[in-house]
């Protein structure tokens, strides 16, 4: 097994009612449910009886379903934390999917503006550690970086310890992740910027899918992929944490020699924050779409940086809420 992956024993549980459909289904001889005053839906009802909605008076009839229980593995997205060093001192823990690990701490430092070119980043390496069977665990990765890179005040530091669900909660304050890019963005309507078709833009969600080969085994895992303006995929990566998946393909960038990212498109699979975009904002992506919702601090950040930001990117529709000149409309 993979260490992306992890095997588990669960219970299943499985509901068949008469009809065939879900809960509250009117099978064969049961009652649609009642309506309580007002017009307003019946309160649940349970173990397929008669239940009066307190306070209203009002009764509910759901069929009781069959139920099969049954045992079964299942396949989990891992999540294992990591600690990041530099020089001999450590720097900050985030929980993230095991694999594609230099990348992720290359493009952290990117995104905590520690680094911003190739060579900044003279080595990376794994250190001792190892688990309770005495098995090397991989989980900490020391950075060894130029001698003329200032080390991070700190005062700015992440507190040790940062979660996949959510990277920002783990700084010292908003206004520390408010750092200036080195990649400044040209104005959307500048000669020579990024311009991309909408319709091209609308099939990035699909084509992102497309690779997403843990999301695939587990359910359970973000995705960020970085496009060409004519759809070309340059890099994708998987992680339990929407921000570390990010990282990972601005890390990829930095190792590669390919920042500022200034015709490519940042595609995620889940929403955006205001974390998001700026890790776009450092790396000089002018476009990042997401599947779901920005926040408003997210559209706050992109107006201010030059970012182009799309919400909502689902196949058929999607909303610009900053810097729309960059999507062409046929």
Same mark, same amino acid.
């Given at each position: 097994?993979?260490?992306?992956?992890?095997?588990?024993?669960?219970?299943?549980?499985?509901?068949?009612?008469? &009809? =065939?459909?879900?809960?509250? *289904?009117?099978?064969?001889?049961?009652?649609?449910?009642? %309506?309580?005053?007002? =017009?307003?839906?019946?309160?649940?009802?349970?173990?397929?009886?008669?239940?009066? *909605?307190?306070?209203?008076?009002?009764? /509910?009839?759901?069929?009781?379903?069959?139920?099969?229980? =049954?045992?079964?593995?299942?396949?989990? /997205?891992?999540?294992?934390?990591?600690?990041?060093? +530099?020089?001999?001192?450590?720097?900050?823990?985030?929980?993230?999917?095991?694999?594609?690990?230099?990348?992720?701490?290359?493009?952290?430092?990117?995104?905590? =503006?520690?680094?911003?070119?190739?060579?900044?980043?003279? *080595?990376?390496?794994?250190?001792?550690?190892? &688990?309770?069977?005495?098995?090397?665990?991989?989980?900490?990765?020391?950075?060894?970086?130029?001698?003329?890179?200032? +080390?991070?005040?700190?005062?700015?530091?992440?507190?040790?310890?940062?979660?996949?669900?959510?990277?920002?909660?783990?700084?010292?304050?908003?206004?520390?992740?408010?750092?200036?890019?080195?990649?400044?963005?040209?104005?959307?309507? /500048?000669?020579?910027?990024?311009?991309?078709?909408?319709?091209?833009?609308?099939?990035?969600? &699909?084509? +992102?899918?497309?690779?997403?080969?843990?999301?695939? @085994?587990?359910?359970?895992?973000?995705?960020?992929?970085?496009?060409?303006?004519?759809?070309?995929?340059?890099?994708?990566?998987?992680?339990?944490?929407?921000?570390?998946?990010?990282?990972?393909?601005?890390?990829?960038?930095?190792?590669?020699?390919?920042?500022?990212?200034?015709?490519?498109?940042?595609?995620?699979?889940?929403?955006?924050?205001? %974390?998001?975009?700026?890790?776009?904002?450092?790396?000089?992506?002018?476009?990042?779409?997401?599947?779901?919702?920005?926040?408003?601090?997210?559209?706050?950040?992109?107006?201010?940086?030059?970012?182009?930001?799309?919400?909502?990117?689902?196949?058929?529709?999607?909303?610009?809420?900053?810097?729309?000149? @960059?999507? +062409?409309?046929?």
């Amino acid at each position: 097994m993979s260490r992306l992956t992890q095997r588990v024993k669960v219970t299943k549980y499985r509901f068949r009612y008469d &009809d =065939g459909g879900g809960p509250g *289904s009117r099978g064969p001889g049961g009652a649609a449910p009642v %309506e309580g005053a007002g =017009g307003a839906p019946a309160g649940p009802a349970g173990d397929g009886v008669a239940v009066a *909605s307190a306070g209203q008076g009002a009764v /509910a009839v759901v069929d009781q379903p069959t139920v099969t229980v =049954g045992h079964r593995e299942d396949i989990l /997205a891992a999540e294992e934390p990591l600690e990041i060093r +530099l020089g001999h001192e450590a720097f900050s823990v985030t929980m993230r999917t095991p694999g594609d690990d230099f990348d992720l701490v290359a493009g952290f430092l990117v995104s905590e =503006g520690v680094i911003w070119e190739q060579d900044q980043l003279i *080595s990376l390496r794994f250190c001792a550690g190892e &688990d309770e069977d005495g098995r090397q665990t991989f989980n900490v990765v020391e950075a060894q970086l130029r001698p003329d890179v200032a +080390l991070p005040d700190a005062g700015l530091e992440r507190h040790v310890y940062t979660t996949s669900s959510c990277g920002i909660c783990g700084t010292a304050s908003i206004d520390a992740v408010r750092k200036s890019s080195h990649f400044p963005l040209q104005p959307a309507t /500048a000669a020579g910027t990024l311009q991309i078709r909408a319709d091209m833009l609308a099939t990035l969600p &699909d084509r +992102l899918r497309a690779g997403q080969k843990v999301f695939e @085994r587990t359910g359970g895992v973000h995705a960020a992929g970085l496009f060409t303006a004519q759809g070309e995929l340059l890099c994708l990566r998987e992680d339990v944490g929407r921000h570390n998946a990010v990282d990972k393909v601005v890390g990829w960038a930095l190792r590669e020699g390919r920042l500022p990212l200034a015709g490519t498109v940042l595609q995620v699979s889940g929403r955006a924050s205001f %974390e998001l975009v700026q890790k776009a904002a450092l790396a000089g992506i002018p476009l990042l779409a997401a599947v779901s919702a920005p926040s408003s601090l997210a559209v706050e950040l992109a107006q201010s940086a030059g970012v182009t930001l799309v919400g909502f990117s689902r196949g058929s529709s999607m909303n610009a809420y900053a810097h729309p000149e @960059r999507i +062409l409309a046929p």
